[in-house]
């Protein structure tokens, strides 16, 4: 009597949760395409498999802070637009806490300008750091011999949130990140992650731009938002039953409770 008392509590915990395939969990599947059965992973990308991806690029944008430091034949010249100091690079860092610093770089203003001494205004916003570099260095050529100009994003961080082990903010020293980089940062998926339903959050000129994002497929690789950008957020949906899941655990945990103190005082007087 006991033995099939603790069989059917067993069994009772074990039917709240629901079996998941392997396809739906793992990462990085083979994708056989029908016209039949399409699915669009990205919407608005054509995948062109002849097609090389462009080499990532930051893009500037309003409230960045751009870490500049220039060099030429004359250091003493050089120094004079180096009001900020050059700072070392590190590796990645892990640390999920970040403080906006203002002290250590340009700060690009609602405009997307920057302002530099003798130079002036200068508006960054929208172009990639190779570009912005370039175009400080032919203003400067009016005041330095060979200048070379560094330029990095300091604030460059994304958001990651949902159904990950370690949700937080996370900055990013060499400025380049990939999702599955940022996933891995994040301590990774736990198992009610909807692996198949991954929103990523953009903001584009202003506006919030909302993508899906299937990583069990390898078409991830491909895909224009394989490289994330500073301020992006990274939100991990959960399956869809884990809330009733939950919900049903905590609705028959009392009465799983009640049936286990019940069978221990069986037992304890069938002992005594």
């Known amino acids: 009597m006991r033995s099939l008392k603790l ?25 056989e395409k029908s016209k039949e059965d ?14 090389e991806i462009p080499n990532f690029e930051n893009i500037i944008q309003v409230s ?11 250091p003493e010249a050089s120094s004079f637009f180096n009001s900020i100091a050059p700072l070392e690079r590190n590796e990645q860092t ?10 250590i770089g340009y700060l690009v203003d609602a405009q997307g300008m920057i302002e530099l001494p003798l130079i002036g205004k200068v508006k960054v916003m929208g172009l990639s750091t190779s570009i912005a570099k370039d175009t400080l260095t032919a203003r400067l050529e009016k005041y330095l011999q060979y200048p070379s100009v560094r330029i990095y994003i300091e604030n460059f961080r994304v958001t990651i949130l949902g159904e990950v082990f370690r949700p937080g903010v996370y900055s990013v020293t060499n400025e380049k990140i990939t999702i599955p980089e940022a996933l891995g940062l994040a301590g990774d ?4 992650a909807d692996r198949k339903n991954i929103t990523l959050i953009r903001d584009e000129n202003g506006e919030k731009k909302y993508t ?54 069986i037992v304890s007087r069938i002992i005594n």
């Open 38 to 51: 399409k699915k669009v992973v990205y919407p608005n990308f054509n995948l062109d498999r002849n097609k």
């Open 189 to 192: 998926l736990n198992i009610y």
């Open 64 to 74: 960045d802070i751009l870490s500049i430091y220039v060099s030429s034949l004359s």
């Open 7 to 31: 069989t059917f509590i067993s069994l009772t915990v074990l039917s709240l949760f629901s079996c998941r395939s392997v396809n739906d969990v793992a990462y990085f599947q083979k994708t």
């Open 212 to 265: 899906e994002i299937d990583i069990t497929s390898r078409e991830l690789f491909e895909a224009p938002y394989y490289y994330l950008r500073s301020g992006d957020i990274l939100y991990v949906s959960p399956v869809k039953g884990r809330v009733a899941q939950s919900d049903n655990f905590y609705r028959v945990l009392p009465i799983v409770m009640s049936s286990l103190t019940l069978i221990a005082v």
């Open 94 to 103: 892990t640390n999920s806490s970040f403080a906006t610093r203002t002290d």
